[in-house]
């Protein structure tokens, strides 16, 4: 690929918009931050409830698996808008 076909798609190629603006991304990361504690604390309190064994495991493997991805969510978004920053 020759340097005048990389200037030409340089020019040609349509800008980057983000999803998440930067100013954003740190509300959003506490919000997830805070559902996602909600959603572990709801899955063990769900675990000494006396219910049936299996309706209690799936209702905690839902439970768990929101609250695993909310933290990720909020990891991502937290290292992305902090990060820059330092």
């Given at each position: 690929m020759s340097y005048e076909q990389v200037f030409r798609e340089y020019n040609t190629a349509t800008a980057f918009t983000p999803t998440l603006p930067?100013?954003?991304q740190p509300r959003y990361a506490v919000l997830a931050s805070i559902v996602a504690l909600l959603?572990?604390?709801?899955?063990?309190?769900?675990?000494?409830?006396?219910?049936?064994?299996?309706?209690?495991?799936?209702?905690?493997?839902?439970?768990s698996v929101f609250g695993s991805l909310f933290f990720g969510i909020a990891a991502v978004l937290s290292s992305n808008s902090f990060g820059v920053y330092v």
């Open positions: 930067l100013e954003v959603c572990i604390s709801g899955a063990f309190a769900l675990a000494s409830s006396k219910k049936n064994m299996v309706i209690k495991f799936l209702e905690y493997l839902i439970l």
